[in-house]
């Protein structure tokens, strides 16, 4: 469906513009996270309906298997998904109703999402001492993040040779050359929360300092 169609029946169904909307998916009726644009060939082909637009009912005519140009990608999420960003997320059940029966489907989510965490946490956190570390060390690497990002701040973190180099970004973009390697979520998260690394910041921005225990 063009995005100028599905701006107009929204329009329809809600000239308010305050209802929620929602997408039904396997984990229920959830939220709507983000919407961004995509190269039609990005994870995988996409669907296109061709529809008689004169018919009120059932105007499905024939359908498109496509991976050209560009498609706009609505990004779902779920309660359940946002407690694995935030375990203590304040989540509140507005319905005396569904009350007792929700607060415990949420009370089981947050324990099987602390637990699964702490595991993947764990058996990242031993591959980056056996891996990360040695490799930073020997070849005297350095992390380094922006000053316009505050410390804590995930996936602006790199891993630098010469430090006079360092640009990390080029517009929109990281910039990953051969003098410097963008880190991923899980190093990011192990050098924040481990404390085997300390912040300093200088004139341009924030390096990371290893203690030099494990």
């Excluded at 706009?72 to 009350?99: G, H, M, R, W, Y």
């Excluded at 924040?192 to 494990?214: A, D, M, N, Q, S």
Aim: glycine share 4%.
């Amino acid at each position: 469906m063009k995005s100028k169609i599905l701006i107009k029946l929204l329009q329809e169904a809600d000239p308010s513009g305050e209802l929620e909307v929602v997408v039904p998916t396997e984990e229920g009726n959830v939220d709507i996270f983000f919407v961004e644009s995509k190269a039609g060939y990005w994870d995988g082909s996409y669907h296109v309906m061709e529809r008689d637009w004169s018919n009120k009912y059932y105007n499905i005519i024939g359908a498109q298997y496509r991976s050209d140009g560009v498609k706009l990608c609505l990004k779902t999420i779920s309660i359940q998904d946002a407690l694995f960003s935030n375990i203590d997320l304040p989540i509140t059940v507005v319905d005396t109703f569904l009350e007792k029966t929700m607060q415990k489907q949420v009370d089981e989510w947050r324990e099987e999402a602390k637990k699964i965490i702490k595991e993947s946490f764990d058996e990242y956190f031993e591959k980056f001492k056996k891996d990360f570390i040695p490799k930073m060390l020997k070849d005297d690497l350095k992390i380094l993040q922006p000053n316009e990002y505050p410390i804590g701040y995930h996936n602006v973190m790199w891993l630098v040779r010469d430090t006079k180099k360092f640009k990390p970004f080029d517009k929109r973009h990281y910039v990953t050359n051969e003098n410097q390697e963008h880190l991923c979520q899980g190093d990011c998260e192990v050098i924040i929360k481990t404390g085997l690394f300390e912040p300093i910041k200088r004139e341009k921005y924030t390096e990371w300092i290893f203690k030099g225990k494990v």
